[in-house]
């Protein structure tokens, strides 16, 4: 609107976000556009979760990393639905009550409240099989859709997502003691799948081994900011911003960033990692602008 | 080992079934040597359900159907690993609370017993995951690797086997009437998943369309003789042979073919789709004389 306003500031992400949220938002309503083998009431369960809101976070990073190696963000978008595809998985299958057992999620009934436990499971184990499907149907050419496939199923299998939610149950029983053991977990359980959706992302915009490894150690800082930042907001926040009770994880007695290292210092060290981040893209120059204005962002949210 | 017997008799698969299942066996284990990063648990609970035994019925066909379309079934190791992985997450998530509520499995306790639900429900989730790493990863060239991540997604997803698993819970409340119903179900609970074992080992051997269509018919048929083998062990089994309660099945009042059809039509029926499948192997002359002892075997087996 104003160009006078340097588009590195968050000006141009506030008109940039919500576009690309729009785009994200469309192409994930015709991945659900399924045969009439998927029964109807399995597609409402993946449709509620994974149409359901959300800030759409991890699909934005993959468009705006392949932006950010020159690529066409429109060739990215099967592999930006994937990932989110994993994330809203990921949701319904820790929401169960034999996982963390939430009721409440962005604001409405859980998906096994709304549509039984078994449904829930499933709506989960479709999503999580749709993600691949949608990227070995979707992304061109061949070579890349396999490196695609390789890259999310690692960041969130047992090495990866699946891994870090067992050792965060774990951690339940056994409380980590150190900030080191908090990060190993958080490390696994959300910044793989943020380092596949950027990697992804440049993937399809055919980058070299050099650009992905900027944009992998950009997604672990912001990963790692992020959850701080998530922790930070659990504290502060109010059950009105946040769509589930804040202070929920405190009052499981769940280790967090504030709960170690206090508040000011939590704030310090996200700031820091953010700022690792933002180094991280100078290779990538102006392309880069949207990736650093959302590095900024992810601390700045909400607040 | 007697050169008089013709390699199309059953004398053939009895020396080729356990050399088979063994190399499967071998390179299943393989599939688990992860890192550090999946947390010890977890590979136990994997590897609990991934090396449990089984048939191994599915990896078999996928390496059977490289060889009926000239390929080295060597190449096609990873997409067999990956489709019993696929089979083995099912399992899992079958039996959990919420769904078939199994305790046991395979004459052992069901992995949810073993390792406690939200362990049982991750495994099973790692182990989807995994299977598609293993195509993404093993298998060349990634042309090949993007179709069989493709073909197994689209098998397991929500139009398939997931798909048919909703379908079938919903069947216990609105008990389905006739056999075409049943069909469309098994259809997609078990006829799917076994279709893509064999197209994987096709698109490995750089099989043609014909020739995955065969398999295609060849799958079909063999997958719903199979479902009607199965409903007919749990009349007729005791379990022991079984390594779950017989007739468990029957005793939940869901549907089968032996109480939709009784025994002899349903015997007959199951003979019939045999004779469907054997004869869609013509087109691959002696090298599907494996596949078709197979197709004799699944409805002569432990009778």
């Known amino acids: 609107m104003n160009p006078a306003v340097p588009e590195s500031t968050n000006t141009s992400l506030d008109e940039f976000l919500p576009a690309m949220r729009e785009r994200v938002e469309t192409a994930l309503q015709s991945c659900l556009k399924l045969s009439d083998d998927c029964p109807p009431r399995l597609l409402e369960g993946i449709g509620y979760s994974l149409l359901g809101g959300g800030k759409r976070l991890r699909p934005v990073l993959t468009l705006m990393a392949c932006e950010a190696c020159g690529g066409d963000t429109s060739a990215a978008m099967p592999a930006a639905c994937a990932v989110e595809m994993i994330h809203a998985y990921s949701l319904i299958h820790d929401d169960l009550p034999a996982m963390d057992d939430d009721e409440w999620r962005r604001g409405k009934p859980s998906n096994h409240i709304a549509f039984g436990e078994a449904n829930a499971i499933l709506a989960g184990d479709a999503l999580l099989t749709l993600a691949f499907e949608t990227i070995a149907g979707g992304i061109q050419p061949p070579e890349v859709a396999a490196a695609c496939c390789l890259d999310l199923a690692r960041a969130a299998g047992a090495e990866g997502m699946v891994g870090g939610q067992v050792a965060d149950l774990e951690a339940e029983e056994t409380p980590v003691g150190t900030v080191e053991q908090l990060e190993a977990i958080h490390r ?90 933002r180094q991280a893209l100078a290779p990538f120059g102006a392309k880069g602008r949207h990736l650093d204005a959302l590095a900024r962002y992810v601390i700045e949210r909400d607040r």
């Not at 055919?206 to 992905?212: E, G, I, T, V, Y």
């Not at 504290?235 to 007695?253: F, H, I, Q």
């Open 188 to 277: 696994r359980k959300t910044g793989r799948l943020l380092c596949a959706a950027l990697t992804l992302g440049g993937r399809v915009a055919l980058a070299d081994s050099q650009s992905l490894r900027s944009l992998q150690v950009y997604g672990e800082n912001v990963g790692l900011a992020f959850q701080i930042a998530d922790d930070l907001l659990d504290v502060v926040g109010t059950a009105e911003t946040m769509g589930k009770g804040a202070r929920k994880d405190a009052s499981l007695g769940k280790l967090t960033y504030p709960s170690l290292l206090g508040e000011a210092e939590s704030r310090r060290r996200a700031g820091a990692l953010i700022d690792q981040a």
